[in-house]
């Protein structure tokens, strides 16, 4: 699939200028708390800039009165908040370089929850807390009113894309916690592409920030599909992602709902009659102490108690238990998941196979993720597989490319081959490539004890001939070892020579 060419001039440059000014404000907080800080910002401009849009719009209409919260509602652009005076950003801006400007954003805030009931508990406050800069604070609402953030046409999206941009800088910065709020972008797109949410219920039990969701509604709206179509459900229980994942769908807008408050999946299933359609997660990798020893006779464990010690097992079949009787699930998990034997994981996995859930499995490369260096796979799980008793295993451990010194990244050819891959298995139409792909029936999974691993089954790619005889070959090879053997016991006896002329001598 082609990537999308950005035509919005304001894009060049733009998230990153946002971001360093933004990242002024952090002083003596550290990431994760100012995290909130920026990210509460923006989400304060967007809704700032969608509701004084339609203030103006009403204000030219002799019938309309642009102080009803009532003609706010269920506008044809789509969600828009009502804010109320006293918080729209012109009263923000008018207060930017005042001592008081962290009350004034705090309490805009809480006006606009009082005004916004799906918005109460949701946004961040104490934006007056002492070791947050003034000064700063009103130099980024200024660089924020100096931009035009609301645009028309396809490019709406000038803050979801700040707000992602955002979000996945803070992913760096915080390493090793990053993965309870950021799914890099490219595994969501890779998850998004071979499920193709077209239409239906759309369920995340772990949902982070929300970005199993947007690049769902990016999916649609690049397949000139309907937004309405999807519906949209979450959970997450930690309360500051829980947050964050409400103002970017938000942001986006989505409607979703993401339960009543953050919760525990496991212990407080916020949506425990959906049936989804398409289940997209990215589950802590193999957490312990997740509660096992209360839930031993919990209704989700069909194919068997998942270990007290490690939690794959349990998310899995948390997922296959919401899953509609035509939908589709697409996991990330740590690849121990794949072979594991321990704590009865293997007879779990041996049971889901048999029940010819698993549509596909792939390996992908390591350094992927800013929270560990470990290699993960994607597992894609469906009720209704086009491809009965048959089994997809990809090895993409050679995809992508480095962009940092510590980071890798699926390309958007990669995630295209990938995808496409997953098209034909399922038209019937493909052909296995040695190293890459390959198609197993259930009988071949059996004769490896059930264990997933995509390398069993794909086999090593064949090399290329280049046309030199071996013998040649061998002779020219040992000749350049021969070579470098000399070479390597001219360099010992020089660094002896060195090391004897300050006194060192080395027998």
Known sequence: MAKKKDTNTASIGFEEVIWRAADKLRGNLDASEYKGVVLGLIFLKYISDKFEAKFAELSADEYADPEDKDEYEGAEEGRIFFVPKGARWQDICNKAHSPEIGL???????????????????????????????????????????VQMLTSGDEKDILGRVYEYCLQKFASMEGKNAGEFYTPSCIVRTLVEVLQPYRGRVYDPCCGSGGMFVQSAKFVQNHQKELREISIYGQEANTGTWKMAHMNTAIRGLEANLGTA??????????????????????????SDWGADKLQNDKRWQYGIPPAGNANFAWMQHMIHHLSPIGRIGLVLANGALSSQTGGEGLIRQHIVEADLVEGIIALPSQLFYSTGIPVSLWFLSRNKQQAGKTLFIDARNMGQMVTRALRELTQDDISKIADTFDAFRKGELDDEKGFCAVRTLDDIKAQDFILTPGRYVGIA????????????????????????????????????QLGSIGFEMK
């Open 462 to 497: 064949e090399q290329e001939d280049d046309g030199e005889p071996f013998a040649e070959k061998m002779q020219r090879l040992t000749s350049e070892l021969s070579d470098l053997f000399t070479e390597s016991h001219r360099l010992e006896e020089e660094i002896k020579k």
């Open 104 to 146: 004034v954003i705090d309490q805009a805030l809480h006006l606009i929850e009082q005004e916004n009931p799906k918005l109460r508990g949701v946004l961040p406050s104490n934006y007056a807390r002492p070791e947050l800069d003034k000064r700063r604070l009103g130099d980024v609402v200024d660089l924020f009113t100096n």
């Open 262 to 287: 953050a919760a525990d999946t496991f212990f407080d299933d916020q949506h425990p009659l959906l049936k989804a359609d398409f289940i997209m997660a990215n589950p802590p990798f193999n957490l």
